[in-house]
């Protein structure tokens, strides 16, 4: 047994902290988050890590205005899929920007941030977010 | 010789105005802001804390210093805000940055200095050859006591030096401390908010020791205040160094390039280290920096360092401190409040 | 010998907010019911499946197959709960189906069950989330109406759909549950009010969405050459369909149909020997108003992107050519995920006996239900026949 949420968060750091997916060498198709059997090859996939660059496009993406009580603080809140480079979708807030300037199609590069606590004496779950492509984050 | 082989930033996007903090405990005068040097402080986003601006200012560092982060092998964190008590920052960054499983790592704790605490360690290991490169980093989230003093300086950053000896941009010619036990400003245990002595943290406390510091420096490396271009002292708010320098008789023009309290408040441990940074964004190759740290409890960190021309090529690639100072969203305080975890019942 | 599967009876427990009814009262009220409607002795009936999604989390009960039997003295029969998130109760009709066509069971008790207003807002939210991608969706922030908005958003950037068209479903779906008496609100809504309700996750709003409901309903399924010892009104099963899809939204290719949906449908109404014009009555599972008009394509009833229009045009009310959601569908009748599948048969066969009052599509003979898991990882599709 292990108190709430450690293992499941300290199982998934590389992908969580790096952006560690895989790619099928057979098939030459990105995963994130990785996948244990390539649905395209199957028995016939090789599978292997990928860092994925972490800079992609907004998909879709919606404002989220109600959410349970880990994610009050930061209500109103934007969450997003975002189109990798490699073309792997994900989905991951984006920040650094306020909710009426995002847009479909917006460049935007992985961050890192608190995803979630698990209550406030609970281990905190680090990771991934997006925020627009910037002079701050060497963009421009 | 040991120097700087990279170095990156990390201010959060969120501003708060002194102004706006005043008016919430009833000064619509203007004057308390003035008064400190401190016009408005940076703020944290809900998700971050020091271990996500370490990363990120980290992240910076490695990009400005072209290493490959498995080279570095020592990785120490300084913060009096650090999120956990027990468990280190340190780890975190070390695993997002991609350092190896093969390195030392540690959490430094010494009020404001203990991100100049960490260059020191790291130039040791540096100087005796156990381990090639050392990341050190000075980062908070200070909290100031709500209506407190401190409520209008206590701000948000960090800043992330790697210490190596190969192609450095600057050299640390030498560093000296001063150390004694003074309590000026602390936090217990499980406290939410610091205290501090009010007037005694001057005098007795900021003024002595880097005044000590600055004159230990000085002598040990046989020089004087006019051997060097610009000066860094740790900014508590815009009085205190701007006050040392005077009393050093360090003229203004030499100390104003590192004066970034003003615009974004006193981001403790990673405070002097930004100032240090900011210089580092312009300085010219041949120009020598003298930087006195200062953390309450209380203790000075001086540093003699000499910019190299490998710097000059790095520029452009990474973000400067201007480019985060400048990159700012207003907040109001009942926003701020509810970033800073002071509404109780969201927790 | 035809072996079709019968539907002998129907029982409902009305949904809503029941907060002097637990898992075991709603439940044994539905499944009461369904055995007098069905006419059928209890010592008749030789196994039970209960749809049920997450019992464990909402009330801390698990184990209701065993509950149930228990509870509305039904012996010893075997009994067990299946799940597929809000698909469960179309996965325990699929269950019995299965069990019947084998010759394994002759008379079976169906149940979907779900009591959601035992828990906190919070609870509640994470509860439906976990039938997302809990871990690389929910965890990091994406409710399950941002994911829903996700279509909502895309479907709105590749088709034109307005905010006007995500309004049309709920208006509706309001206006059929009126007649309903099972429903949760049975009150028309005006579209203004729909489109100035509050916002849950842009563009998605507060009446976009099903609601928090309690709630059962159940069936009495048999074999077809048995089914007129029970009753004069049997429905048949003409066929039963599951097609399964990434449990991740972001994995799939579009997010603006549902393949799960396309290819369920498609093969279900192979299997039944039909075409979708000969479909009289459709329930289509609208989680939020989105899902409605996304399935409105999925199902065939118009082409991809003219889900909004065809509502616009009246198509799919009552009286329209392809009249969906009769009983108010999941905004207006309830949304209990693990009853919902079931509660969408009983208001077919409702609908095919002509027993469907003032809401009744006059001489249906072929209804069709989509009851989707998740944001679409799951889809059942059963199509019923009188």
């Known amino acids: ?140 | 010789m040991v120097g700087i082989v990279g170095y990156g930033v990390y201010v959060p996007r969120y501003r708060i105005k002194t102004t706006d903090i005043a008016e919430v405990w009833g000064d619509f005068s203007g004057t308390i802001g003035k008064g400190l040097g401190v016009f408005e402080k940076s703020v944290p986003g809900p998700d971050e804390d020091v271990a996500t601006i370490s990363v990120e200012a980290a992240r910076n560092a490695v990009k400005r210093a072209q290493i490959d982060p498995r080279d570095i092998e020592a990785v120490y964190v300084g913060s009096e805000s650090h999120p956990y008590a027990v468990k280190p920052t340190g780890t975190i960054v070390a695993e997002a940055i991609g350092c190896t499983h093969d390195m030392t790592c540690a959490d430094l704790e010494f009020a404001c200095k203990a991100g100049t605490a960490g260059i020191q360690m790291a130039m040791g290991l540096v100087k005796s050859k156990m381990i090639k490169i050392g990341l050190a980093i000075g980062a908070d989230t200070a909290q100031g006591r709500p209506g407190d003093a401190l409520e209008y300086s206590a701000a948000a950053g960090g800043a992330a030096y790697l210490i190596g000896t190969k192609n450095p941009l600057a050299t640390i010619n030498e560093t000296v401390s001063f150390t004694t036990d003074t309590p000026d400003f602390w936090r217990r245990e499980g406290e939410d908010y610091p205290s501090h002595g009010a007037r005694f943290t001057g005098e007795p406390a900021y003024f002595r020791h880097v005044e000590a510091g600055a004159k230990s420096l000085l002598k040990k490396t046989k020089t004087t205040i006019d051997d060097y271009d610009y000066f860094v002292f740790h900014m508590p708010n815009g009085k205190f160094p701007v006050a040392m320098g005077a009393q050093l008789g360090v003229p203004k023009e030499k100390l104003e390039d590192s004066l970034v309290v003003r615009q974004i408040g006193n981001t403790y441990s990673g405070s002097a280290m930004m100032g240090l940074a900011r210089v580092l964004d312009i300085a010219k190759a041949g120009s020598t920096i003298f930087m006195v740290a200062y953390g309450s409890g209380a203790g000075s960190d001086a540093f003699s360092i000499t910019v190299e021309e490998a710097i000059e090529e790095r520029r452009g690639e990474v973000p400067t401190v201007d480019d985060y100072i400048g990159r700012k969203t207003y907040v109001n305080y009942a926003t701020y409040a509810k970033f800073r975890r002071k509404i109780k019942a969201l927790g | 010998m035809s072996n079709r599967v019968a539907i002998a009876g129907v029982g409902m427990a009305k949904f809503g907010e029941l907060w002097d009814k637990n898992l075991r009262d709603l439940s044994l009220e539905a499944g009461m019911y369904a055995i007098f409607d069905a006419g059928v002795p209890g010592s008749d009936i030789d196994g039970m499946v209960i749809g049920n999604m997450s019992a464990g989390r909402f009330t801390g009960q698990e184990h209701l197959g065993a509950l149930a039997v228990d509870q509305g003295g039904l012996g010893d029969i075997p009994a067990y709960s299946v799940e597929a998130a809000c698909a469960s109760g179309g996965a325990a009709i699929r269950q019995a189906y299965m069990a019947i066509k084998s010759g394994e069971h002759d008379v079976m008790l169906v149940l979907g069950a779900e009591k959601m207003s035992d828990v906190n807002q919070t609870e509640a939210m994470n509860t439906i989330s976990v039938a997302s991608d809990w871990e690389w969706e929910g965890m990091f922030g994406a409710t399950f109406p941002a994911l829903y908005a996700f279509m909502a958003r895309r479907h709105m950037h590749e088709y034109g759909t307005t905010e006007e068209h995500l309004a049309l479903p709920t208006v509706k779906n309001h206006a059929n549950a009126v007649h309903n008496e099972f429903a949760q609100f049975q009150r028309a809504v005006p579209i203004e009010v729909v489109m100035n309700s509050g916002l849950l996750a842009d563009p998605l709003r507060v009446l976009h969405s099903s609601p928090i409901t309690d709630g059962a309903a159940g069936l009495v399924m048999c074999r077809e050459d048995i089914v007129k010892k029970y009753t004069d009104t049997p429905v048949y099963i003409e066929s039963s369909e599951q097609r399964s899809d990434t449990l991740a939204l972001h994995d799939r290719k579009s997010i603006t149909t549902m393949n799960a949906v396309v290819t369920s449908t498609k093969n279900a109404l192979k299997d039944a020997n039909l075409e979708l014009k000969d479909i009289d009555v459709l329930e289509l599972h609208d989680s939020f108003s989105i899902g409605e008009i996304i399935l409105t394509e999925d199902v065939g009833i118009v082409e991809k992107g003219k889900g909004g229009k065809a509502l616009e045009e009246g198509i799919t009310e009552i009286g329209g050519k392809f009249p969906v959601n009769t009983s108010g569908g999941l905004k207006a009748r309830g949304h209990p995920v693990g009853a919902t599948g079931v509660a969408q048969i009983v208001e077919l066969v409702l609908q095919l006996r002509g027993d469907a009052d003032k809401r009744q599509v006059d001489g249906a003979e072929k209804g069709l239900a989509v009851n989707i898991g998740g944001t679409g990882a799951t889809s059942i599709v059963h199509i019923i026949g009188r």
């Open chain 1, 1 to 140: 047994m292990a108190e709430q949420g450690v293992a499941q968060v300290w199982r998934r750091i590389k992908s969580m902290y790096k952006g560690v997916g895989n790619r099928c060498e057979t098939c030459k198709t990105y995963y994130f988050p990785p996948r244990p059997v390539c649905p395209e090859c199957r028995r016939k996939g090789k599978l292997v890590d990928y860092t994925f660059k972490g800079l992609g496009k907004i998909y879709s993406f919606s404002i989220v205005r109600q959410a349970p009580e880990d994610f009050k603080r930061q209500i109103p809140y934007i969450v997003a899929q975002v189109e990798l480079d490699e073309g792997t979708r994900l989905t991951a807030q984006i920040v650094n920007v306020d909710p009426e300037d995002v847009k479909i199609g917006m460049r935007v590069r992985a961050c890192f941030r608190k995803i979630k606590e698990f209550g406030q004496g609970g281990i905190i779950m680090y990771g991934y977010k997006f925020e627009p492509t910037m002079k701050v984050t060497g963009h421009e």
